[in-house]
């Protein structure tokens, strides 16, 4: 049996007790077949807003990028970190004027891990840049990972005091600049093989909450693959602080859809359908090996039918939840 199969029945039971701060009735007790627990309604209805990374969306030009997500169902963009904003706010922000799209996240590497003090600062001053670039462009945050790989090589921190470090320090000066700048940092939870700590949703929107104002938290489904005993309970414990969502098949990293079996999201759907969620869900993940020679990519015209075909099963999901 699966450890996701094994544990889910309890997992929504206990979700109050993953959260520390929310009253939840489970179902049963609730009286629902459906097997969702009962929470306040939220203020406005969720909505799916799908979105596509930058490097995953048809296209040359910005325009052509914008016009393919409109034309196919999208409503949000994700765009890459490094020195991409800053190069192309001005751009960005005159080809986004006048569409419905909306500009979700950054996403690029991070890692606040190292000992040298100098070296923690040179990344959080890599950052403040950016984060100005996606104020002027109104996006909803900067994608962060406090660490990544082994914390027991020489020159890094113990996973105790990177915690002490990000929240009180290095997270914290980011986030009060995000917040400044009118957008946030946006923690993400890795799986184990890829980070010492920071690996489920509640934890990440614990840290949030530490760190306060400017400080989100993003939910990946691939990494919660691993990592969370119900999808749905993640995202419930996260609540108001989920600000984006990361999606990709669940039998391997790559667009939704060519292992339809295996990629099922209605649990997860329905915890964001609690939570109100109104924040993008992006696709993160790679394209299929290509069955005539798979030293090459498939033809673009095959990415745009599984991106087409992505969208179908994601809104048919949805509406299930």
Known sequence: MKRRDFVTTSAVASVAAWCGTRRVAAAGQAGEASGMPKLASPEKPAELNLCLQWWAIPGESIAEKLDFLEANGFAAVEIPSGDWPMKNADAMIEAMRGRKLFLATACGPSDFSYADPAKREAEVQKFLPVLEALGRMKSVGLILCPARGKLS???????????????????????????????????????????????????????????????????????????????????????????????????????????????QYVDGFKGLKLIGYRGAVSFEGGWPKNPADSKKEIPQEEKTRLIRNMVKLLREQWAMA
């Open 153 to 263: 090589e020489p020159g890094h921190l113990s996973g105790k005091e990177l915690r002490k470090d990000f929240v009180e320090n290095t997270g914290k000066r980011l986030a009060e600049h995000a917040a400044k700048h009118g957008t946030a940092i946006v923690l993400e939870p890795l799986r184990r093989n890829e980070t010492p700590f920071l690996r489920q949703v509640a934890d990440g929107a614990r840290m949030a909450a530490d760190i306060g104002r400017g400080a989100t938290v993003m939910g990946d489904f691939w990494h919660m693959g691993l990592e969370e005993t119900s999808f749905m309970g993640a995202f419930i414990c996260a609540g108001k602080l989920l600000s984006h969502v990361h999606i990709a098949g669940l039998k391997e990293r790559i667009i939704p859809g060519v292992h339809p079996e295996a990629d």
